[in-house]
């Protein structure tokens, strides 16, 4: 070779993935060569502490450490890996297939920044990249997050939103809800809280416009030493009125949670405030009874279709033989049918009698609008005041914002 030609410059080793085996998370492999090419690297668990010596590491930007259930008994090593690597300025992706929740918590905990469940998502590495590389900005506390009384003693309604199958509009009803409910309270400090308890999914976020932050993930991660400011900080503050808990901006196992850490953080929202909303996934998880021996008012999402009545009925099913209150669910028929339209009223009412269920609640169809609203991120009372969606769920808040104030009337 000669050497007066300039030696293109073989490209600096920016990333490795850190596993027992690379081979076995090939998806991972791809997916690395398409987001940097050839400039990553493998490490085996043993080989990475002493790489982190070495001056090729200096340009290391991150690490994605892969493991599987066979792994769990090294998650010493697997922490103090991710340790060093922070010490370093080097970011962690960590890459998990059927590892209990108790091991991601502790690593998690570590340090890791952000996680990936494997099998990878489409595109799921390089939004992690591109996650790490550009800073979320946080909102200055002052001024979006909620500073919350730390000895406050509400005993708050709780109201949950469950689509019993997907875009059945349980997230439009919960989002608008608590809006309306926050309009209709007049109170000076907020006295409705959202929570979004579709850890993986939840689009609260996004009908909202509010960034999803790393503090919820900090939040959920220590349930048992939570404080009020702990649970304050991981709150965004919508329009000074409604104070929201977003999903985790990692897409996490839903069963990374406990019941306790649900009752903790239900009870604590509770504590502090009047409503509590709670948009649940359409999965049952271990804490979806929690949930629902907790709530005041369980809304089910439905649609008049095959697949809302067989799901309704598989969940009818599923509390019943388990003992649990089935009777506690009030089922609200979505973009359901005109008063003018018989046929569709009529078709209503059989859903109805051979779910053996009452359809409590109607709500209209709105139309193109509402998922207008929903993406610019403004409540319908904000975006489209007069639509027939948006009147329905007003009506809703009020009545049951005169039930609160009943309550709260009786019990002084
Ligand atoms: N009554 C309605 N009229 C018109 N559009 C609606 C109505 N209800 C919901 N939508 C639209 O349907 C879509 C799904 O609604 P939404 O996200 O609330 O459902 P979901 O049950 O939360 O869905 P997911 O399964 O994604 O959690 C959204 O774009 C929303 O704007
Ligand atoms: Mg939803």
């Known amino acids: 070779m000669s050497s007066d030609q300039p030696q293109a410059e073989t490209s600096a080793i920016v990333a490795c993935t850190v596993s027992r085996d690379v081979q076995n998370f090939d998806l991972l492999i791809e997916d690395m060569e398409t987001a940097l090419g050839e400039s990553w690297g493998d490490l085996g668990f043993n080989e990475a502490l002493a790489f982190f010596g070495q001056s090729e590491a200096e340009a290391l930007e991150f690490i994605a450490m892969a493991l599987d259930a066979d792994d769990e008994e090294n998650l010493g090593l697997m922490g103090e890996i991710i340790t060093q690597a922070k010490s370093r300025g080097i970011k962690v992706i960590l890459i998990a297939e059927e590892v209990s929740p108790a091991s991601l918590h502790t690593l998690l905990r570590q340090g890791a920044d952000e996680f990936i469940p494997y099998p990878l998502p489409e595109q799921e590495l390089q939004a992690a990249i591109t996650r790490l590389s550009t800073p979320e900005p946080e909102p200055a506390p002052a001024e979006a997050t909620h500073q919350l009384q730390a000895d406050n003693r509400r005993e708050g309604a709780v ?3 469950h689509g019993l199958a997907g875009g059945t509009g349980s997230t439009t009803l919960a ?17 409705v809280c959202l929570l979004d308890l579709d850890l993986q999914q939840g689009s609260v976020s996004t009908y909202l416009d509010l960034p999803r932050r790393e503090a ?5 991660g220590e349930t048992e030493s939570m404080d009020a400011d702990l649970f304050g900080q991981a709150l965004l503050s919508f329009q000074d009125k409604l104070q929201v808990l977003t999903a985790p901006s990692d897409m ?7 019941v306790e850490d649900i009752e903790r953080v239900v009870e604590m929202a509770r504590s502090h405030f009047d409503f509590v909303i709670i948009d649940m996934p359409h999965t049952l998880v271990q804490w979806s009874e929690t949930v629902l021996q907790m709530a005041h008012v369980y809304f089910s999402t439905i649609e008049l279709d095959m697949r809302s009545a067989q799901n309704a009925l598989r969940l009818k099913r599923a509390l019943q033989s388990e003992g649990l209150p089935f009777e506690k669910l009030r089922f609200a028929l979505n973009r359901a049918p005109k008063f003018t339209d018989l046929s569709g009223k ?3 009412k059989r859903m109805a009698e051979s779910l053996g269920i009452s359809i409590d609640l109607q709500l209209p169809d709105g139309g193109k609008p509402i998922t207008q609203s929903c993406d610019h991120g403004q409540p319908l009372a904000v975006s489209n005041p007069k639509n027939p969606l948006r009147k329905e769920i007003a009506k809703l808040a009020r009545s049951l914002h005169d039930l609160g104030a009943g309550e709260t009337e009786a019990a002084a």
């Not at 919820?216 to 959920?220: D, N, Q, R, T």
């Not at 996490?252 to 406990?258: H, N």
């Open 252 to 258: 996490i196992p839903l069963d990374f949670l406990t």
């Open 346 to 348: 009529s078709r209503v």
């Open 216 to 220: 919820v993930m900090e939040m959920l």
């Open 175 to 191: 989002v608008n809800l608590a809006w309306e409910l926050a309009e209709l309270s007049s109170a000076k400090t907020p006295s």
């Open 159 to 161: 109201i949950v939103c």
